[in-house]
Each structure stands twice: as structure tokens, then as C-alpha cells.
């Protein structure tokens, strides 16, 4: 977006400072919830797609993040993978995996 627009542009189109664009681009920071909704809000369809990879990718970074420190430390919550598996349903993806932690079994019997 900033490329087309220039950061000072940007910048007013989304109710920050230049330098808060420039953090954004650098990624030393990251932009609030309303900061994003307003950049999709005034991207064309290329632009807004790029958001959404940009998105998911920090996302997708986290969960895996998340995932690993809890497996290492034996703090692993077992709906992290029935939620996952709900969410992979609904974009059509196939189960995650058919492994699941122990818990998972006595949740699904005993809920």
C-alpha cells in the first residue's frame, strides 16, 4: 500500500503517524485491530489480499510459537488442536493430523 501511496498518504488514510507506517513496513511493530480494518477498508483487491497474507503469516508465526513453548514446558492446551481442525474444515483443508494428546480423548468422551 505504501508503495502506491507514499507513507504520508498512507499514513492520514489510516489515522497514524508516517512513523508509525515505517515501523509497520520494518517490523518492529505491528498495527492495531482498527489500524488493519481501516487499511483492508481502503485497499484495492491486490492490496487487501497482501494484508491478508501479511496476516495470516504473523498469525500463523504465533500458533506455531505458542504451540512449541507450550509442548517444551508440558502446558499444552488440547482444544488449541480441535479448534484448529475446525478451522481447517471451514477453508476446506483436510484433518491437521490424526495424532492427538491424551486429553483430547477424554475430552471428546467426557465433555
Known amino acids: 500500500m505504501a ?3 507514499g507513507v504520508r498518504q498512507l499514513a492520514e488514510e489510516l489515522g497514524v503517524t508516517p512513523a508509525a507506517i515505517s515501523k509497520y513496513l520494518k517490523g518492529e511493530t505491528h498495527p492495531s485491530d482498527r489500524v488493519l480494518e481501516r487499511a483492508i477498508e481502503s485497499a484495492n483487491p491486490e492490496e487487501a489480499l497482501e494484508i491478508s497474507r501479511m496476516v ?3 498469525l500463523l508465526d504465533g500458533i ?3 504451540v512449541n513453548w507450550s ?3 508440558g502446558v499444552a492446551d488440547p482444544r488449541l488442536s480441535v479448534k484448529l ?3 481447517a474444515a471451514k477453508i476446506g483443508l483436510a484433518s491437521l493430523s490424526s495424532r492427538r494428546l491424551p486429553e483430547q480423548v477424554d475430552e471428546k468422551v467426557n465433555p
Open 85 to 87: 481442525s475446525e478451522i
Open 71 to 73: 509442548l517444551e514446558r
Open 56 to 58: 495470516a503469516a504473523e
Open 64 to 66: 506455531d510459537d505458542y
Open 3 to 5: 508503495s502506491g501511496r
